[in-house]
Nanobody
Framework: QVRLAESGGGSVQAGDSLTLSCETS????????EAWFRQVPGKEREGVAS???????TYSDSVKGRFTIYKDKNKHTLYLKMDSLTPEDAGMYYC????????????????????WGPGTQVTVSS
């Protein structure tokens, strides 16, 4: 059974850094994709970063150069390191995974992912 659980959210000041964690279980073999999404009330869930199991990352333009997605395979934990945070980065952050192959254009689409964690809240004050 696939399970995801995020942690590490909190309240920070603009310019600060924060690293989110997502403990994963129930899958480890084959090709799969893992990603981080964020959502604010009234808006669609936005993909910010995706990681392919055999390597390769995809970032949204809004976070490219500031966020880093990576995984500790020994700990089965996915991370999102966020630097130079701005108030626009605030929201509920979710990790997600799909056990199917995704073409490049689908890797930041929420509808392409089948398993989700409950989310962790990030607040950024100016």
């Amino acid at each position: 059974q696939v399970r995801l659980a995020e942690s590490g959210g909190g309240s920070v000041q603009a310019g600060d850094s924060l690293t989110l964690s997502c403990e994963t279980s129930g899958y480890s073999l084959g090709t799969f994709f893992e990603a981080w999404f964020r959502q604010v009330p009234g808006k669609e869930r936005e993909g910010v970063a995706s990681l392919r199991s055999i390597g390769g990352t995809t970032y949204s333009d809004s976070v490219k150069g500031r966020f880093t997605i990576y995984k500790d395979k020994n700990k089965h934990t996915l991370y999102l390191k966020m630097d130079s945070l701005t108030p626009e980065d605030a929201g509920m952050y979710y990790c997600a995974t799909t056990l199917t192959y995704l073409s490049e254009e689908r890797r930041l689409l929420s509808r392409a992912y089948h398993y989700w964690g409950p989310g962790t809240q990030v607040t950024v004050s100016s």
